[in-house]
């Protein structure tokens, strides 16, 4: 599987992005494909993740949660992440990724299985 995030740039604080992340290739072994970000110096934060299922559940972590959704387009082999309400901290490389499945909700963690090259956030305050 490749994935392919986009959508990333410069935005004021309290503005709002959508990134994409192109999925190709076979993905029946994986259960969901998440957002993670990671800024310069930190560790890496999960912050979302939707399912492959019908169902389509949908996760996210506390510190985005109201803020960012995530949603798909099968058509389009594409899942999408809304963010709205762009704070300062929300600066990272934002990757998407498979999802093997999700290990714990609170905090949130998933078994990221592969990912592509990230696209960088960048939020002016």
């Known amino acids: 599987v490749q994935l392919q995030a986009s959508g990333g740039g410069l935005v004021q604080a309290g503005g709002s992005l959508r990134l994409s992340c192109s999925v190709s290739?076979?993905?029946?072994?994986?259960?969901?494909i998440g957002w993670f970000r990671q800024a310069p110096g930190t560790e890496r934060e999960t912050i979302s993740c939707?399912?492959?299922?019908?169902?389509?559940?949908?996760y996210y972590a506390e510190s985005v949660e109201g803020r960012f959704t995530v949603f798909r387009d099968k058509a389009k082999n594409t899942v999408y992440l809304r963010m709205n309400s762009l704070k300062s901290e929300d600066t990272a490389v934002y990757y998407c990724?498979?999802?093997?499945?999700?290990?714990?909700?609170?905090?949130?963690?998933?078994?990221?299985?592969?990912w592509g090259q990230g696209t960088l956030v960048t939020v002016s305050s």
């Open positions: 290739g076979p993905t029946s072994d994986y259960y969901a």
């Open positions: 990724a498979t999802v093997r499945g999700v290990v714990t909700t609170t905090p949130l963690n998933f078994a990221f299985d592969s």
């Open positions: 939707i399912s492959l299922g019908d169902d389509g559940n949908t």
